[in-house]
């Protein structure tokens, strides 16, 4: 395979930023596509932490090209400072490695103000958004009204839309939300200065990939949030405003399909986790839950939320394989559920005294659905440093073998642990 698709097979932090961190060590070009800096990737490097927002984890190897296409919504002042942080961590000799596409959309400090606005006007009925601007970054590309990162490269363009979208956006701050607007200055100088920092990273991100894959190179795209916060298939309103699931590495990047051979991957945790509101029929309000959120260090690397934990649901894994076109599954935290017994699978849900074994996309009726499990042997060795699935206790080849079988995918990599080298490769997705 010449390209290979993350795809969050789940409410998003499945660790796709740790399997792109391993995946990378074998490409040329890492791609983000989607999403903003809602999403947090968070890679451990010896005793390093890195916690990536916008630029693709593939920055962390030498040498790698990394791309933030057309379909991200990019704060500039975020990524600024996530350039520099790199720069002085030691991971970014070259500011050539990475690109920024003109035509990206931009997150304004009025987008962050109306996200949070608004969620606190929603009360019990909020989305529980991360606050980023994201959704109204998004309303505004949608609208035609949106300002690009293209824009912030010619001032006196810059200063006229910006005017002209400040009208309004602070008109519904102020009349609506009852928030205080923006004016033109407090916004106009520190973009200028962003444009300035970022302008010789900005190029035409479309071109530079179709010249990677006539150059044969090896490109990973990197998905972001996960395939159930869908903006149309996932679990609506409860959802983010991109395309999650594998579509928008097209439409995100200007790749036409079938341009290169792809394999889309999909991340998921050997368990659920998911943050904000919403449906979530395996979550576990009990000891069990409290103990995947201690053990798996389940709080939210963008907000420090604490994550909402439940079993593998073995429903929503197929949908997000129907929805993307999954070919492999990427299985990660399985060290998690060392010393549970038994460990259990959603196979299917009961609703109204009927048996479903499709994940419904209606919220109604998912919000009454009740799993129902299986139960399969629990382990209690830890696994943190197991490297080769021989080694792995029958019962977590067991468990393996069940979750292939139920969604019909082979399971390529899985993570036993949080550092880089805590990995089993079963079969190299490249090689495919
Ligand atoms: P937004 O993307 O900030 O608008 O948030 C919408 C929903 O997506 C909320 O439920 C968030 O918690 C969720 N969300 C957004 N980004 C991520 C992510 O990277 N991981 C997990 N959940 C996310």
Same mark, same amino acid.
């Given at each position: 395979m010449q390209g290979i698709g993350i795809i969050g097979a789940q409410w998003g932090d499945e660790g796709k930023g740790r399997v792109v961190d391993l995946l990378t060590e074998q490409a040329q070009v890492v791609v983000r596509y989607q999403g903003g800096n809602n999403a947090g990737h968070t890679c451990v490097i010896g005793n390093q932490k890195i916690v990536l927002h916008l630029v693709p984890s593939g920055i962390l190897r030498p040498g790698r090209l990394c791309l933030i296409t057309n379909g991200v919504v990019v704060n500039p002042q975020v990524l600024v400072e996530e350039i520099a942080r790199l720069k002085s961590a030691g991971f970014l000799e070259n500011e050539d490695r990475i690109r920024l596409s003109d035509r990206a959309h931009l997150i304004l400090p009025y987008h962050q103000r109306i996200d949070v606005l608004r969620e606190e006007r929603r +009360?019990?009925?909020?989305? $529980? %958004? %991360? +606050? =980023?601007g994201i959704g109204p970054a998004y309303e505004d590309k949608a609208r035609r009204a949106g300002l690009r990162v293209g824009d912030l490269l010619e001032p006196e363009e810059f200063k006229k839309k910006l005017a002209a979208n400040l009208e309004e956006n602070n008109a519904y701050i102020e009349k609506i939300l009852g928030g205080k607007g923006f004016t033109l200055a407090e916004i106009l100088e520190p973009f200028r200065e962003y444009g300035e920092k970022l302008r010789g990273l900005v190029a035409d991100t479309s071109r530079l990939l179709d010249a990677e894959v006539k150059k044969g190179s090896r490109i990973l795209f990197e998905g972001a949030q996960g395939s159930l916060l869908d903006l149309d298939h996932g679990t609506y309103p409860y959802v983010t405003s991109s395309t999650t699931t594998s579509g928008s590495i097209f439409s995100g990047t200007g790749l036409g399909f079938g341009r290169l051979p792809l394999l889309m991957v999909g991340v998921t945790k050997a368990y659920t986790t998911r943050v904000g509101s919403g449906p979530f029929p395996t979550e576990l309000s009990d000891p069990v839950g409290d103990r995947l959120v201690e053990a798996g260090g389940e709080f939210g690397s963008t907000t420090g939320r604490r994550r909402r934990t439940g079993w593998l649901d073995i429903l929503a894994l197929n949908y997000a394989s129907r929805l993307s076109g999954l070919g492999g599954l990427a299985l990660t935290k399985i060290d998690v559920l060392s010393g549970l017994d038994p460990v259990r699978l959603a196979v299917a849900y009961r609703y109204r005294g009927e048996r479903l074994t499709e994940f419904p996309a209606d919220l109604k009726i998912l919000s009454q659905c009740e799993p129902e499990y299986e139960s399969l042997p629990g382990w209690q060795e830890n696994? $943190?440093?197991? =490297?080769r699935l021989s080694d792995l206790p029958r019962a977590v080849r067991n468990y393996l073998a069940r979750v292939e079988e139920l969604t019909g995918l082979p399971v390529l990599l899985m993570s036993l642990g949080a550092e880089r080298g805590q990995t089993i490769v079963i079969r190299d997705p490249f090689s495919l």
């Amino acid at each position: 395979m010449q390209g290979i698709g993350i795809i969050g097979a789940q409410w998003g932090d499945e660790g796709k930023g740790r399997v792109v961190d391993l995946l990378t060590e074998q490409a040329q070009v890492v791609v983000r596509y989607q999403g903003g800096n809602n999403a947090g990737h968070t890679c451990v490097i010896g005793n390093q932490k890195i916690v990536l927002h916008l630029v693709p984890s593939g920055i962390l190897r030498p040498g790698r090209l990394c791309l933030i296409t057309n379909g991200v919504v990019v704060n500039p002042q975020v990524l600024v400072e996530e350039i520099a942080r790199l720069k002085s961590a030691g991971f970014l000799e070259n500011e050539d490695r990475i690109r920024l596409s003109d035509r990206a959309h931009l997150i304004l400090p009025y987008h962050q103000r109306i996200d949070v606005l608004r969620e606190e006007r929603r +009360g019990a009925q909020k989305i $529980g %958004t %991360t +606050g =980023r601007g994201i959704g109204p970054a998004y309303e505004d590309k949608a609208r035609r009204a949106g300002l690009r990162v293209g824009d912030l490269l010619e001032p006196e363009e810059f200063k006229k839309k910006l005017a002209a979208n400040l009208e309004e956006n602070n008109a519904y701050i102020e009349k609506i939300l009852g928030g205080k607007g923006f004016t033109l200055a407090e916004i106009l100088e520190p973009f200028r200065e962003y444009g300035e920092k970022l302008r010789g990273l900005v190029a035409d991100t479309s071109r530079l990939l179709d010249a990677e894959v006539k150059k044969g190179s090896r490109i990973l795209f990197e998905g972001a949030q996960g395939s159930l916060l869908d903006l149309d298939h996932g679990t609506y309103p409860y959802v983010t405003s991109s395309t999650t699931t594998s579509g928008s590495i097209f439409s995100g990047t200007g790749l036409g399909f079938g341009r290169l051979p792809l394999l889309m991957v999909g991340v998921t945790k050997a368990y659920t986790t998911r943050v904000g509101s919403g449906p979530f029929p395996t979550e576990l309000s009990d000891p069990v839950g409290d103990r995947l959120v201690e053990a798996g260090g389940e709080f939210g690397s963008t907000t420090g939320r604490r994550r909402r934990t439940g079993w593998l649901d073995i429903l929503a894994l197929n949908y997000a394989s129907r929805l993307s076109g999954l070919g492999g599954l990427a299985l990660t935290k399985i060290d998690v559920l060392s010393g549970l017994d038994p460990v259990r699978l959603a196979v299917a849900y009961r609703y109204r005294g009927e048996r479903l074994t499709e994940f419904p996309a209606d919220l109604k009726i998912l919000s009454q659905c009740e799993p129902e499990y299986e139960s399969l042997p629990g382990w209690q060795e830890n696994l $943190g440093s197991v =490297r080769r699935l021989s080694d792995l206790p029958r019962a977590v080849r067991n468990y393996l073998a069940r979750v292939e079988e139920l969604t019909g995918l082979p399971v390529l990599l899985m993570s036993l642990g949080a550092e880089r080298g805590q990995t089993i490769v079963i079969r190299d997705p490249f090689s495919l």
